[in-house]
């Protein structure tokens, strides 16, 4: 069984302009061996991470959401291609703010990650479930459904990445126990190998939801974590700086 790389992921969400790109990149710096590290910052601010001075090359860029169509009439979306042109290698897909904020459904989410790969870029699928659903014992059929919508459009062997979010642990300072994550991470990669057998082993999932540098390496030795999406603590490049080191 092929063990994922780590990753490091931050979603920046709608905060940070051109001017707050390139000096977080300056700020950042150069990162360590080892982990995958990116960076989702506002589609508008693309072309500002990608030439930042001093921005590590290394350091991999995505957008946080593309429409499903190729182009046309859809005012004010980022298809897949201009996402690509611009810089992008990965695209957020599902983000919970997507689904609960502005009612992305699992088919909307399909049909996403589809175009995403058509393109050859990788997308990043986030799943998790509500505060409710968790207390009403539906954890397993929330992640089951989500992620048996998005596999539908991935082929074994495509290249992308889960997110497991709980939605009550975003952007809340709620953080899931090592253990909770375990516990979804495990009903994940089973969902995986069924549907991609061990072509899946090397897919990463992240866990995301409050990861902070002070939690980051208990959550990261969570059984099954192989990296994480950080939301609010990627916007200082000292909170970020503080994560990788703990990957
Ligand atoms: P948070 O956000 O780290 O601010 O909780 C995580 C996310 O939404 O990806």
């Known amino acids: 069984m092929s063990t994922p790389r780590r990753v490091v992921a931050g979603n920046w969400k709608m905060n940070h302009g051109p001017d707050a790109t390139r000096s977080f990149f300056e700020a950042l710096g150069s990162v360590p061996d080892g982990p995958r590290v990116a960076i989702f910052p506002p589609a508008i601010c693309l072309p500002a991470a990608v030439g930042a001075p001093g921005r590590d090359a290394r350091i991999e860029l995505g957008v946080q959401n593309v429409h499903a169509a190729e182009s046309g009439a859809y005012t004010g979306e980022t298809s897949v291609a201009m996402a690509a042109e611009a810089g992008a290698g990965l695209v957020l897909v599902g983000h919970s703010e997507r689904r609960h904020v ?58 992308y990445m889960v997110a497991y979010e709980p939605v009550w642990a975003i952007g809340t300072g709620e953080t899931a126990t090592p253990d909770d994550a375990a516990e979804a991470h495990g009903l994940l990669r089973a969902r995986l190998r069924e549907v991609h057998g061990g072509d899946s082993d090397a897919v990463p999932i992240l866990y995301g939801g409050s990861v902070k540098p002070g939690n980051a390496a208990d959550l990261m030795d969570a059984l099954g974590v192989d990296g994480v999406l950080v939301g609010g603590a990627s916007l200082k490049a000292e909170d970020f700086a503080g994560i990788i080191a703990a990957a």
């Not at 996403?112 to 009403?136: F, M, S, W």
């Open 102 to 159: 502005f009612g992305e459904t699992d088919a909307d989410v399909a049909a996403k990650v589809a175009r995403v790969l058509q393109h050859g870029l990788e997308p990043v699928i986030c799943v998790g479930e509500t505060l409710d659903q968790r207390k009403a014992g539906q954890l397993e059929a929330v992640l089951d459904r989500q992620i048996r919508a998005a596999l539908a459009s991935l082929p074994a062997g495509a290249r």
